[in-house]
Antibody, heavy 119, light 109 residues
Framework: EVQVVESGGGVVQPGGSLRLSCAAS????????MSWVRQAPGKGLEWVSF????????NYADSVKGRFTISRDNSKNTLYLQMNNLRAEDTAVYYC????????????WGQGTLVTVSS | QSALTQPASVSGSPGQSLTISCTGT?????????VSWYQQHPGKAPKLMIY???NRPSGVSNRFSGSKSGNTASLTISGLQAEDEADYYC??????????FGGGTKLTV
């Protein structure tokens, strides 16, 4: 059974940092593209960052470029999102999403982890 | 990257059919057949309903169908059921190697 489980959310002050993790199982993680998607309270979905299944060519939404860094550890089947210089507008539930193999969409999502940026 | 445009809300009666539109540009919807649709119930994670414009993943009811014309994609739900009441989001791959979602449509049955 495919599973992706996020962790690492919490409350952080503006300007602070947080690292999210996404533990994956039930599929060949090392060859599968992954993304982070977020949802601010009461708002819609926003794609945040992408890491390909092979090679190293991550990409970011303009709203987080230069502040967030996506990475993965294939030996641990884990995806990460390092978030620096956090702002109030980064407050959201962050979802880890598996890309549907060979397709440009997201077929499995975690339950999300809440990040709250507040003083 | 601007969000794709969806109606904020739609409503229908059980058994009816309805269509949710999603409008983008030639840099996203119009440029690629990589449109997908997601259903999200309150407090739950999104669920993939349609991918590559009109394909249904295994396990998704054939009451859901998708199409595209130019820069506009559409999700049609036939034989509306109470369980279809949810938020629906369209998504497209873009020329910038990024992804963009629509603002979401709240479906009331």
């Amino acid at each position: 059974e495919v599973q992706v489980v996020e962790s690492g959310g919490g409350v952080v002050q503006p300007g602070g940092s947080l690292r999210l993790s996404c533990a994956a199982s039930g599929f060949t993680f090392k060859s599968n593209a992954m993304s982070w998607v977020r949802q601010a309270p009461g708002k819609g979905l926003e794609w945040v960052s992408f890491f390909p299944g092979s090679g190293y060519d991550p990409n970011y939404a303009d709203s987080v470029k230069g502040r967030f860094t996506i990475s993965r550890d294939n030996s641990k089947n884990t995806l990460y999102l390092q978030m620096n210089n956090l702002r109030a507008e980064d407050t959201a539930v962050y979802y880890c999403a598996k890309h549907y193999s060979g397709n440009w969409c997201f077929d499995y999502w975690g339950q999300g982890t809440l990040v709250t940026v507040s003083s | 990257q601007s969000a794709l445009t969806q109606p904020a809300s739609v409503s229908g009666s059980p058994g009816q059919s309805l269509t949710i539109s999603c409008t983008g540009t030639s840099s996203d919807i119009g440029g690629y057949d990589y449109v997908s649709w997601y259903q999200q119930h309150p407090g739950k994670a999104p669920k993939l309903m349609i991918y590559n414009v009109s394909n249904r993943p295994s396990g998704v009811s054939n009451r859901f169908s998708g199409s595209k014309s130019g820069n506009t994609a559409s999700l049609t739900i036939s034989g509306l059921q109470a369980e279809d009441e949810a938020d629906y989001y369209c998504n497209s791959y873009t020329r910038s190697n990024t992804w963009v979602f629509g603002g979401g449509t709240k479906l009331t049955v």
